[in-house]
């Protein structure tokens, strides 16, 4: 195999695997009426332990970036599962906070979540899982 068709098959791989990631973790969203996005804004925010976030902050988190996050976060809120604040200090800056059934939602997904992952890695051994989590982030420090 050339170089040039290594390059190919390992980018096709990795957005295969990428895919395959987010088909099964879709699957397990799916009975909670979230996308793959709304959860990843929905972490974010549990992460944050209370603490308000602004749009830009809660994008630069994002796994997907190009994800509308203004929309999402609308989603969210029509849902309950967090709610806008206007800043005291700055009348122009809105944060956002996830609520309590936000955070009861998230409590019920932690080990279907933990178990969906564990699926997604079943093919590989821990010391398998390490040398990818290595690869992995060598490639994503780079760019």
Avoid: W, Y
């Avoid at 603490?51 to 190009?66: D, F, G, S, W, Y």
């Amino acid at each position: 195999m050339s170089s040039q068709e290594l390059i190919k098959n390992t980018v096709v791989g990795i957005l295969k695997a990428g895919n395959k990631a987010e088909d099964f973790l879709g699957n397990t969203l799916k009975a909670f009426d979230l996308s793959l996005q709304q959860f990843n804004v929905l972490r974010i925010l549990r992460g944050r332990k209370g603490e308000p976030a602004n749009l830009k902050t809660v994008q630069k988190r994002m796994i997907h970036k190009m994800s509308n996050t203004t929309r999402l976060i609308d989603k969210l809120i029509d849902k309950s599962l967090v709610h806008r604040e206007i800043c005291e200090e700055n009348r122009r800056k809105v944060e956002i906070v996830i609520t309590e059934k936000g955070l009861d939602v998230l409590e019920k997904l932690d080990q279907q979540i933990e178990n969906t992952e564990i699926e997604i890695l079943k093919p590989l051994d821990i010391e398998e899982q390490r040398t990818l989590r290595s690869l992995i982030n060598k490639m994503t420090l780079k760019n």
